[in-house]
């Protein structure tokens, strides 16, 4: 389970930023999940879900792919990385000074009931530094520490680690050299970065309809994605998958290759249609028969719909983090409730998978706790600060109360969190326009 993600300087986020999903004081019992971190049966109490708001363009989505950009620079530093090719990094671009600085990441996680910590600095050029512990015993074990081209290894299995260091390239990660040469102690948490922090936006769509369409296709999956489907009140009776040329349907593969981190998008390639499922067709209730409508035809909040429904139940299988950029775009505000539900639901959601998203939704913020889907401590802002940079802070600094409207107080701007309108300039526009007809 993911515990802790930090970043700084990276994207819009100049300053260090922290997101715990260890639970606090103000925690709903109901929705931590005791997890063993070490021998003897210690345990981390651990929230299944986060949710992410704050006013349009503060740095909601760019939380959610600062976690992408460090899952990127694992699983493709050494596969997709040259020498001299350097690295290609998202710094705030807003001042000088950052762009010259590296950017840092660092996460904790639970991995096999052992808490680990892994790290590393980039700049433009090359790896700055790096490490990685584990905590099989409560105290640091070193697994390696990188500072630059120097590499420290850890006790055990040193000689995969010096043959990860006769090819560690400097725009390459150790973690990702060590891995493609099956280094037995980190190839576990590579593959961590390879099934988790999955990303469901638009850019990704494609590919997450192709993979639903290929649970669809498959005996084992395709009652489920149905029910899903059904479960969604969107009217739909059925689908079937439908034969797609060989060009299409290599790029739909791709997308689907691209989607679980198997390749990179190169910048300016076209992608699948957003507009198709990827070789689905849908059935739809009829006032006399059920009736076969074409992909064209389908509702935005239909194909957003099946474009979740395969991520979301490999999630719940497999214990996965999954990001969900926009969560409540075109969905019906019962349904994204819902779909936060299967994660925060023990008895649905026993792989402790888990649900990490922002929205403009204040029905998930609720005005009391009984109304409330998302614990105090699950609830997370962004703000803008006047140099562009963007401040993130948990719910629990304002030490709410329990039975507080949080949705209607959010709205208010009491968690500094409002949009600071220029209502007169609105109007000015429109006057403007009108003048010059």
């Given at each position: 389970m993911l515990v802790e993600f930090q970043a700084q300087n990276v994207r819009s986020f100049r300053d260090r930023i922290r997101l715990s999903m260890e639970s606090t004081a103000m925690s709903e019992r109901q929705y931590v999940r005791e997890v063993p971190w070490r021998r003897g049966g210690t345990r981390l109490s651990v929230l299944?879900?986060?949710?992410?708001?704050?006013?349009?363009?503060?740095?909601?989505?760019?939380?959610?792919?600062?976690?992408?950009?460090?899952?990127?620079?694992?699983?493709?530093?050494?596969k997709h990385g040259s020498p001299g090719g350097g690295i290609n990094r998202r710094a705030f671009l807003l001042d000088e000074d950052s762009r010259a600085k590296p950017s840092h990441y660092?996460?904790?996680?639970?991995?096999?009931?052992?808490?680990?910590?892994?790290?590393?600095?980039?700049?433009?050029?090359?790896?700055?530094?790096?490490?990685?512990?584990?905590?099989?015993?409560?105290?640091?074990?070193?697994?390696?520490?990188?500072?630059?081209d120097?590499?420290?290894?850890?006790?055990a299995d040193r000689a995969k680690g010096r043959a990860a260091k006769g090819i560690l390239r400097s725009n390459a990660l150790f973690l990702s050299t060590a891995a493609h040469i099956d280094h037995p102690l980190l190839l576990p948490l590579y593959r961590w970065f390879a099934d988790?922090?999955?990303?469901?936006?638009?850019?990704?769509?494609?590919?997450?309809?192709?993979?639903?369409?290929?649970?669809?296709?498959?005996?084992?999956?395709?009652?489920?994605?149905?029910?899903?489907?059904?479960?969604?009140?969107?009217?739909?009776?059925?689908?079937?998958?439908?034969?797609?040329?060989?060009?299409?349907?290599?790029?739909?593969?791709?997308?689907v290759r691209i989607l679980e981190g198997e390749e990179e998008t190169p910048d300016g390639e076209e992608g699948p249609d957003v507009a198709t499922f990827g070789g689905v067709r849908l059935s739809h209730s009829g006032a006399d028969s059920d009736m076969e409508i074409d992909d064209t035809d389908e509702s935005r909040g239909t194909l957003i719909w099946f474009g979740m429904v395969g991520p979301?139940?490999?999630?719940?299988?497999?214990?996965?983090?999954?990001?969900?950029?926009?969560?409540?775009?075109?969905?019906?505000?019962?349904?994204?409730?819902?779909?936060?539900?299967l994660f925060q639901d023990p008895d649905v959601n026993t792989t402790q998978a888990q649900l990490v998203f922002n929205a403009h939704d204040t029905?998930?913020?609720g005005d009391s706790s009984s109304s409330r889907l998302l614990g105090r401590d699950q609830i997370w802002f962004t703000r803008k600060l006047n140099d562009g940079s963007t401040h993130l802070h948990s719910?629990?600094?304002?030490?709410?109360?329990?039975?507080?409207?949080?949705?209607?107080?959010?709205?208010?701007?009491?968690?500094?969190?409002?949009?600071?309108?220029?209502?007169?300039d609105f109007d000015n526009a429109v006057e403007q326009v009108k003048v010059g007809r």
């Amino acid at each position: 389970m993911l515990v802790e993600f930090q970043a700084q300087n990276v994207r819009s986020f100049r300053d260090r930023i922290r997101l715990s999903m260890e639970s606090t004081a103000m925690s709903e019992r109901q929705y931590v999940r005791e997890v063993p971190w070490r021998r003897g049966g210690t345990r981390l109490s651990v929230l299944p879900a986060a949710g992410i708001f704050g006013a349009n363009a503060s740095g909601k989505t760019n939380l959610l792919r600062a976690m992408t950009d460090m899952r990127a620079h694992v699983l493709h530093s050494f596969k997709h990385g040259s020498p001299g090719g350097g690295i290609n990094r998202r710094a705030f671009l807003l001042d000088e000074d950052s762009r010259a600085k590296p950017s840092h990441y660092e996460i904790d996680l639970v991995l096999h009931g052992v808490l680990h910590r892994y790290g590393f600095a980039v700049d433009d050029e090359k790896v700055i530094e790096e490490w990685a512990y584990a905590y099989p015993n409560g105290r640091a074990a070193l697994l390696f520490d990188r500072d630059t081209d120097q590499v420290s290894l850890g006790a055990a299995d040193r000689a995969k680690g010096r043959a990860a260091k006769g090819i560690l390239r400097s725009n390459a990660l150790f973690l990702s050299t060590a891995a493609h040469i099956d280094h037995p102690l980190l190839l576990p948490l590579y593959r961590w970065f390879a099934d988790n922090l999955l990303m469901a936006d638009a850019e990704s769509r494609p590919g997450r309809m192709a993979f639903t369409a290929e649970m669809l296709d498959d005996p084992r999956h395709s009652d489920a994605v149905l029910r899903l489907m059904r479960a969604a009140d969107l009217g739909i009776t059925g689908a079937r998958t439908i034969e797609l040329d060989p060009v299409m349907q290599e790029r739909f593969r791709r997308a689907v290759r691209i989607l679980e981190g198997e390749e990179e998008t190169p910048d300016g390639e076209e992608g699948p249609d957003v507009a198709t499922f990827g070789g689905v067709r849908l059935s739809h209730s009829g006032a006399d028969s059920d009736m076969e409508i074409d992909d064209t035809d389908e509702s935005r909040g239909t194909l957003i719909w099946f474009g979740m429904v395969g991520p979301v139940l490999r999630a719940l299988a497999d214990g996965a983090v999954l990001l969900a950029d926009e969560l409540d775009s075109s969905l019906h505000p019962d349904l994204v409730q819902e779909l936060v539900r299967l994660f925060q639901d023990p008895d649905v959601n026993t792989t402790q998978a888990q649900l990490v998203f922002n929205a403009h939704d204040t029905t998930l913020l609720g005005d009391s706790s009984s109304s409330r889907l998302l614990g105090r401590d699950q609830i997370w802002f962004t703000r803008k600060l006047n140099d562009g940079s963007t401040h993130l802070h948990s719910l629990t600094e304002f030490e709410p109360r329990k039975q507080e409207a949080i949705g209607k107080r959010f709205l208010e701007g009491h968690y500094g969190t409002r949009p600071l309108l220029a209502v007169g300039d609105f109007d000015n526009a429109v006057e403007q326009v009108k003048v010059g007809r």
